[in-house]
């Protein structure tokens, strides 16, 4: 689901704006007194009022640069909102330049003992300046004076290059965690500049305006007018992250600038910024770290020819060539949509993304299968804007290999992950193809992979009070990859084994056998046999047992009222589990539990629960959810939150075993 709306920027049709920063340091009473906040009584914050203005100017150096400044008013209910009053700004670096806050201030106001506003001001040494990595830092500060009830209000100035921020003018946020009473955003930019203004989100603007600021840039005799633009919001909703759900970038409210062209103010010259996907797939082709790197398919043939010498099927190769691959590489935790080097990555047995899956492309095709290379964005990078092509909203590559009339998709960088399957995080939406020799396309990331678990529990209720028996579970698909990460946690599967047991103090696995550990393509089997000393006393006239004494669902995933974005759990799952419970002579099943039967729209899903008896003191009970969708609308969210209260219910029940 797409969520942009295109504003135009104009000077056509230009309205008369009169935009400005509210005045510092006015606080009400009636804001201090202030118990809850109306429109959402659960919030422990709410912004009463903020305002930003970005614009870019000829600094006092005589460089272009933007600079940002930002002004807010928040009233804090509790120690819960007391966060708020934590500010972090992120700061870009690069070899020449670097981004710089500056004008900071602060108010914390308060009631005093008598009524009166209190006020506890900010001291502006109090700053500090870490550094994340090259070519990012942090600066943060804090309001001084926290007390329930409190109102702070701060201002800061970020000052930018334009060398670092001419692609992507300031953006605006208007949605955050807390609601928002009133957010306004002006945007001055000289008609050097032209810039699509794209607003994401569910929620719509209730102020916007735009005037002509005739002369207001000049530098080395250019000049030019300015677009003041007002962009404004009311009433604005906390945004509430929930389970299965991709970047909250893709759905926050929030303004954003992308440069279509500009006019360099210094020579005249002209440059178009704006890409079609022929001048990406030039660009790409032409630079080192991709099509420079691509076109020495044959670079690691001679030490790829003896992974699959004397194979002739082309889908057991490219198994061959990626199970070396994957042992043979040492991710370095960095992504990327390039390499710096296949060659110097492949003899330091250690890469990026870029490096390892563009082995892998080189690799295949050196081994004659066709092999394409896919760009795309993570789920936590966000969605694409597939109206603007551009390069840098890419941040990871896979490979799709041509074998026959089928494609696979391959991402060699984790040891664990099965030929054909894509970790959760490529799951998004869709990726971008490209190859050396044909134009780039779209393709689909929504792939027939799902997650399957099946618990298949045999057990005896003996009359010294304890249950013997077996279980064995089946981790199927991506389920196998998660239950193999888990394991491979451990040392040993001894010590796996030995993690569950101290989980459960009634539990004692007797015996244990994991098979299928290391064959990436076959399901994982966990077999366990057990004793669960679980009465203390069978003399009882009764005995309660609830079928989920390992593995409960207590909690429901989804509890938002409403949910304005998609839940996108990435892939479809299956999960089952069949008991086969076998009673002492004198008991019966008193209350056996009733079949449940939920059927979720659109053939989404379905919760089924069965229950059969035997003559021989034997039952079965089947519990089965299945979620036949990658991606639920939020018109469904409301029949999938139901389903899972039904399930939290069901698996809540608890059977009695009487005496006859």
Known sequence: MRTFLILVLSFCFAQLAAAQDFPYGQISTDELNMKKYAKDTSAHAVVLREYGKAQIVVANDDNL?????????????????????????????????SDEVEKVTGTTYFAGSDGSIQKAEFDPKKVYTSRDDKYQSTFKFTLPALVDGCVIEYTYRLVSPIGIHLYEFHPWAFQSDIPKVYSE???????????????????????????????????????????????????????IEEDDMTSPKNYLSELSFDLVEFTNPYTGTVVKETK????????????????????????????ILP??????????????????????????????????????AFESHTGSVGDINMSLIIALNGAGINTEAVLLSTRDNGLLNDLYPAVNKFNYIIAKANIGDKSYLLDATDPLMPFGMLPLKCLNDRGRVFSLDKPSYWIDLNL???????????LTLQDDGKIKGTITNYSIGYEAYKKRVAIK?????????????????????????????DSLDKPVVEKYEVEINIYNKMGAGSLTFNPFFLDRMTTNPYKLTERSYPVDRGMPGDYRTTLLMHLPAQYVVDNPPKAVGIALPNNGGRFLTDFQASDDNTFTFSHIIQLNKSIYSSQEYPYLKELYNNIIQSEKAEMVFKKK
């Open 448 to 458: 027939p992979q799902k997650e399957t678990s099946t618990s298949m529990m045999d």
């Open 307 to 344: 992974v699959y010498a004397g194979k002739t099927d082309d889908l057991e190769k490219a198994k061959a060539i990626y199970a070396y691959l994957q042992k043979w590489y040492k991710w370095n935790e960095y992504i990327g949509n390039g390499s710096d080097g296949v060659k110097k």
């Open 489 to 517: 946690k451990f040392n040993t599967t001894d010590e796996y084994v030995e993690d569950i047991a101290g989980k459960f103090p009634k539990l004692k696995i007797l015996k244990s056998e994991i098979t299928n550990l």
């Open 276 to 303: 079609e996907w022929k001048d990406i797939d030039y660009l790409l082709k032409s630079s080192f770290a991709f099509g420079g790197q691509l076109k020495h398919k044959d670079l690691l043939k001679d030490r």
């Open 185 to 239: 955003f002006e945007a001055v930019i000289p008609g050097h500049f032209n810039y699509n203004a794209s607003l994401r989100g569910f929620l719509k603007l209730t102020k916007n305006t735009s005037s002509v600021l005739t002369g207001c840039f000049s530098t080395h005799g250019a000049a030019s007018d300015c677009s003041d633009i007002i962009y404004a919001m009311s009433d604005i909703p906390a945004f």
């Open 65 to 97: 640069k933007i600079m940002f400044e930002y002004h807010v008013k928040i009233k804090i209910f509790d120690n819960k909102g007391f966060d708020e009053a934590t500010k972090m700004v992120s700061l870009q670096n690069n070899d020449e330049n």
